[in-house]
């Protein structure tokens, strides 16, 4: 499971540069017997930095933004929180890496002595987005993530943000005798 997780990181980086669909990835312990959980809550992961912000948005409007986005999906899907010092069915933790992305545009015309090209070049933020799910005894069983352009303003983030979430989640619980994937998408 750790070699598939540690892959899918990796990939994630690569993809983030690359121009074309943005993906998103999800793996999961082909040995954990998945059953759709009724129950959810946060994990306190040790590792947890907060996501950093920009020119646009800081980092609170992010974590903020991801938070209410896995709430809203994960109670779409009949997953309610926990009660207070109950225990959860799965907990639910995530982290993001910002990071720049560019494209660029080749132009050319002519002239009558020689040919001339200018290019171009776009700098977006691009970004990624790790969900983990683990299990009621905080093993992790499942990772999604996704890579994508950014929106430029907090509107754009917001819906990126939830169309990301909206994504992912819909790969939870995998199916039975379903594989480790990547796919493409909008």
Do not use: H
Not at 22 to 37: E, G, M
Not at 38 to 57: I, L
Not at 64 to 72: G, L, M, S, Y
Not at 128 to 134: E, Y
């Amino acid at each position: 499971m750790r070699k598939v997780l540690v892959s899918l990181s990796l990939a994630a980086n690569f993809l983030v540069g690359c121009a074309g669909a943005p993906t998103y990835d999800y793996a999961f312990d082909p040995n954990f017997r998945f059953t759709p959980p009724k129950t959810y809550a946060w994990y306190d992961d040790p590792d947890f930095k907060m996501p950093g912000g920009g020119a646009v948005v800081d980092g609170r409007f992010v974590d903020e933004n991801i938070r209410r986005a896995i709430d809203e999906t994960l109670q779409k899907k009949g997953v309610q929180p926990a009660a207070a010092g109950a225990k959860p069915d799965i907990y639910i933790s995530y982290s993001t890496r910002a990071e720049g992305a560019s494209s660029q545009d080749r132009v050319s015309s002519y002239s009558w002595w020689s040919g001339l090209y200018e290019t171009s070049t776009k700098y977006r933020q691009g970004g990624t987005l790790w969900i983990n799910i683990r299990d009621s005894e905080q093993k992790l069983i499942w990772r999604g993530l996704k890579s994508a352009l950014l929106g430029t303003n907090p509107d754009a983030l917001r819906r990126d943000i939830d169309k990301a979430v909206s994504e992912l989640l819909a790969e939870y619980p995998p199916p039975p005798g379903a594989k480790n994937a990547t796919a493409s998408g909008s």
